[in-house]
């Protein structure tokens, strides 16, 4: 018995469910020592806070992330943070990503909140049988 070839090849498992979808529920800065009210003005050199409420508007649970760019530099000021947990659909559960202690340029800061759903892909391998044999 010989083996005159073989062939490898990938199959990638699909989810048969929907995705999850994220939805921006609130962002907002804040002093610190002043939880949850939000500031319209800062002073130059001043320290803020930044916070992003998501929830999760698609058809499946999933990990839910967010971020905050200068929309004038393209800079991202709060890198991006991901829920540790996946988030389940429907905006009764919300993800609050929260970044502290960023100092107030001297100038308007335009920002702009990002969010999105992790995609999560597998990849199985399976090696063909042997072409050729005989019994």
Request: with cysteine; glycine share 6%; proline share 10%.
């Amino acid at each position: 018995m010989s083996v005159d070839v073989t062939k490898d090849f990938t199959v990638k498992v699909e989810k048969v469910t929907g995705k999850p979808k994220a939805k921006i529920v609130d962002a907002f800065a804040w002093l610190p020592g002043k939880p949850g009210v939000p500031i319209k003005s800062a002073k130059p050199g001043s320290k803020i806070n930044i916070t992003v409420t998501v929830c999760n508007v698609g058809d499946a649970e999933g990990k839910l992330f967010a971020l905050v760019m200068d929309k004038d530099t393209t800079v991202i000021v709060c890198p991006e943070q991901t829920s540790p947990n996946p988030v389940k659909p429907g905006c009764r559960d919300q993800v609050s990503f929260v970044w502290k202690n960023l100092t107030m340029p001297s100038h308007d800061w335009h920002l702009e909140a990002r969010a999105g759903h992790i995609e999560e892909e597998y990849t199985l391998q399976y090696r063909t049988p042997p072409y050729g044999l005989r019994p």
